[in-house]
């Protein structure tokens, strides 16, 4: 059972970064932010988990079961992540492309200790409290004091080059103008090894020139997410699901006029609204596996919403579940994502797994959590930085979806402006 009580803080935004550096001390942590970003879906602005009661690390064999038994017989909150790589679970798959970071496939644990912020009211869950501990680990988090490590700039290589990148996306279309594919997301890694970075540095500095939705700073040991994503995967409210797919991307400009014009080409892109439609459909049909009947709808399609980096076409898809339906079960059978797949989707991934060349991992997986009541919230896991602490690989990916009326030469440059954030926090 876990002790529960509220406080009232009067300073938020400070009480974040508090929190954030406070829980550096422990080996698992997950901390979410949505950066006041107005979202329809939003219900904490800022939740960090901490130091693991119980925790399943497994690879790709059977995860899903795993986590089902874990999530069922647990019946508490839950944090973690899935590996784009459990798709090899659900479909007749592979994954055997490079893999510089060797995270598990899909990692979850019980945190002994909870922080929900929701304006100033902050809800706190403890496992196994002790006498004062909240009151000493409260003053510990308000004496935390912002630092800023001095980081080396960081030697980064591209694991695919640009004339390999359009012959590559040449290829693609040959498969979708032959009728294999509709539409597939062709992703490239960008990375350094034999690098030191000091995560938590990089973390702020990625999310401050991003403000996203959906910003994770994962750590598990000497694995280390460091995410600005503003895509959510999939959302549960008691009986109704959410998921918001992205496809449509456009450059932010600091001349309004200039920004504005942007914003209105992506919104008028007969490219970009095929792509979303594509995957709306993608996601109506995943979400009717679980869906009562004829409850899945478009609550929104096409629609545009700015980040500080770019514009973005989301559409937001909707069902109802049975109360008896397994959270996890509704997750497999949406996972992995449209968004980063394509369509038809078994077809578009073995063509990914074909022509890309690193194995993606937690990239294009998804970070979230359970409640004790079956609800979740998962993002997608773009626009993120990937180390492993101990290898000292760093590691981060981008890419774009390829439809028939993809150029291959405007689909690299859409990844690059994707790249941006990660390049100025990597290169300072």
Not at 232 to 247: A, D
Not at 396 to 406: E, P
Not at 411 to 423: H, I, R
Request: aromatic residues 12%; charged residues 25%; contains cysteine.
């Amino acid at each position: 059972m876990r002790t529960h009580f509220s406080k009232t803080i009067f300073e938020p935004i400070q009480f974040k970064n508090q929190l954030l550096l406070w829980s550096q001390q422990f080996r698992e942590v997950v901390f979410l932010d949505s950066n006041n970003y107005h979202q329809k879906y939003a219900y904490y602005d800022c939740i960090l988990a901490v130091d693991a009661f119980t925790s399943i690390k497994t690879d790709e064999q059977n995860a899903f079961e795993d986590l089902k038994q874990y999530q069922q017989q647990t019946k508490d909150w839950l944090f973690g992540y899935l590996s784009y790589d459990l798709k090899n679970d659900t479909e007749e798959l592979q994954s055997n492309n490079h893999d510089g970071l060797h995270f598990p496939d899909l990692f979850f644990f019980q945190p002994k200790k909870l922080f929900l912020l929701k304006g100033n009211e902050l809800e706190v869950h403890y496992l196994r409290l002790c006498d004062d501990e909240f009151e000493t680990d409260f003053e510990e988090i308000i004496q935390c004091a912002a630092f800023e490590v001095q980081t080396s700039k960081v030697e980064i290589k591209q694991r695919i080059s640009k004339e390999s990148y359009i012959a590559k996306v040449t290829s693609m279309l040959e498969h979708i103008h032959r009728g294999d594919i509709y539409e597939a997301n062709f992703c490239m890694e960008f990375y350094a090894e034999n690098t030191t970075i000091h995560p938590l540095t990089i973390y702020n500095k990625l999310n401050y020139i991003s403000n996203p939705p959906f910003a994770t700073f994962f750590k598990n040991n000497h694995n280390y997410l460091l995410s600005a994503s503003p895509e959510r995967f999939l959302k549960k409210e008691g009986l109704k699901v959410i998921s918001q797919p992205i496809k449509g991307t456009s450059k932010r400009y600091e001349d309004e006029i200039l920004d504005n014009q942007s914003k209105l080409d992506l919104q008028n892109s007969p490219k970009e609204r095929s792509e979303n439609i594509m995957i709306v459909d993608l996601v109506r049909n995943d979400l009717s596996h679980t869906a009562t009947k004829s409850s899945v709808e478009v609550e929104e399609l096409c629609q545009i919403y700015s980040f500080k980096q770019v514009h973005q076409m989301i559409s937001t898809i909707v069902s109802q579940v049975d109360a008896s339906t397994s959270p996890v079960e509704i997750i497999k059978t949406a996972f992995p994502m449209g968004s980063m797949t394509g369509a038809p989707k078994i077809s578009a991934m073995n063509i990914i797994e074909e022509l890309e060349e690193t194995k993606r991992g937690l990239y294009s997986g998804s970070v979230g959590y359970f409640t004790p009541n079956n609800d979740f919230d998962f993002n997608v896991v773009i626009r993120s930085i990937l180390y492993n602490s101990k290898e000292q690989y760093v590691s981060f990916s981008v890419g774009s979806a390829i439809t028939s009326l993809s150029e291959p030469e405007k689909e690299y440059e859409e990844c690059l402006l994707k790249a941006n954030a990660m390049f100025e926090v990597l290169s300072e």
